[in-house]
Structures are given as structure tokens and as C-alpha cells.
């Protein structure tokens, strides 16, 4: 079992649409929760970080549940800016272990 | 400064080439790292500095050998490579405190003919 797992996609939603990805976390010493989004062929950028009691950043809305080892980005009203890979990150015991990533498109 | 810089940008050489790769940042980060990412894969960790020593390094080939001279730069000295190699390798920095991310420099898109 991989150690962090996303659904890869390709989602491809409308301007304006509501996206929602997710993940889960094998190592439930995991301490800390992120998610970074990637432009083809550039570095990934901090997009958030994640709380058990859920944070919002604009249109961004991030969720960790500890217990099910699981965390969620909700993207509300989408822009065409949004188009990027979308990369689930657990921290722990020094490192950063990325998910597979997401691809999401958003159409015109 | 909020960056990680990296040089070069991109990097042609051959099998029996030595080239040496570079990161630096000055936002006081203690931790900086060496990452490679394969096309249409998530970055993989190669080596971990934590107060410029090293602290995790991910069963990686010894033809890469990495070199921390401060803490604000790290190098990543390569040797014999292979093709399979080529990839874009990426820098990246933290406060090495629980709850904060890393930045990561533009990359070194390498490649080995």
C-alpha cells in the first residue's frame, strides 16, 4: 500500500464548478498535513495546509481526519487559473511524502 | 527573500560527465533537501540536511553525492550518470518545526545522454 493515495484523475470540470479531492495517509504517526499544486513543468507550490478542525483560504477549503487517516481540498467556484496537478503531502520524521497527485482541468 | 534558488535551470551531460548541481536560500531555513521528480510522477526524496548534517539519505546511488557547505546552500555533485537519471531535480527548504511546509527552488531539469 502506498503511503499517501489519491484518486489521479484527469477531472475535468467546468468554469465555476465545485471540485473535491481527496486522500488518505498510511502512517498514522503522521504529523503534519499539506497540499501543494503543480504547474506542468515547474516546482510545487505550498497551496495550504491542513487542520484537523478545517481552515479556509478564499475559494479553498481543506479537512484532515486523523482517525480515518484521511484528508479533502474542496475548490468552490472554479477559475480556469485552478488547472494544475493537485498534490496530497504528509510530513513525518523529517521528510515530505507526496501523493501521486491529481490532475484537474477546468473547461471554458 | 522567499525563495530557493536553484542553478542550473537545465543541464545537459554525459555518462562520464562530473557536474555539480546547486540550492541556496536565505530565509534561515535549517533543513533543506534534494528531491527528483520523474514526468507525470510525485517528487521522490533523495537526501535530507538538517542543521548541515545529513540526516536521511533514501538508499540513493553513490554516483549522487550531496555536500552542504552552510546552512544556506546545498549541492548535489553527480558522476557517472545514467540516462535513466534524467529527470527534474528539486531543492527544497524548512524551518524544520512541525506544522510548516517546505519551498522548493524551480528545479534543475537534467538531462544524461
Known amino acids: 500500500r502506498k503511503e499517501v493515495e489519491q484518486d489521479p484523475g484527469p477531472f475535468n470540470v467546468p468554469e465555476g464548478a465545485t471540485v473535491a479531492f481527496n486522500c488518505t495517509y498510511s502512517n498514522s504517526a503522521s504529523q503534519s498535513f499539506f497540499w501543494y499544486r503543480q504547474d506542468c513543468r515547474k516546482e510545487p507550490k505550498l497551496l495550504m495546509s491542513?487542520?484537523?478542525s478545517g481552515n479556509e483560504d478564499g475559494r479553498f477549503t481543506a479537512q484532515l481526519n486523523r482517525a480515518s487517516q484521511y484528508i479533502s481540498l474542496l475548490i468552490r467556484d472554479s477559475k480556469l487559473s485552478d488547472s494544475a496537478t493537485y498534490l496530497c503531502v504528509v510530513s513525518g520524521n523529517e521528510k515530505l511524502t507526496f501523493g501521486t497527485g491529481t490532475r484537474l482541468t477546468i473547461i471554458p | 527573500d522567499t525563495e530557493v534558488t536553484q542553478t542550473p535551470k537545465h543541464l545537459v551531460m554525459g555518462m562520464t560527465n562530473k557536474k555539480s548541481l546547486k540550492c541556496e536560500q536565505h530565509m534561515g531555513h535549517r533543513a533543506m533537501y534534494w528531491y527528483k521528480q520523474k514526468a507525470k510522477k510525485p517528487p521522490e526524496l533523495m537526501f535530507v540536511y538538517s542543521y548541515e548534517k545529513l540526516s536521511i539519505n533514501e538508499s540513493v546511488p553513490s554516483r549522487f553525492s550531496p555536500e552542504c557547505p552552510n546552512s544556506s546552500l546545498l549541492n548535489l555533485h553527480l558522476h557517472a550518470l545514467q540516462p535513466e537519471d534524467s529527470a527534474l531535480y528539486l531543492c527544497?527548504?524548512?524551518?524544520?518545526?512541525?506544522?510548516?511546509?517546505?519551498?522548493f527552488g524551480s528545479g534543475t531539469r537534467l538531462t544524461v545522454v
Open positions: 491542513v487542520y484537523s
Open positions: 527544497a527548504s524548512s524551518q524544520a518545526k512541525k506544522g510548516f511546509g517546505y519551498t
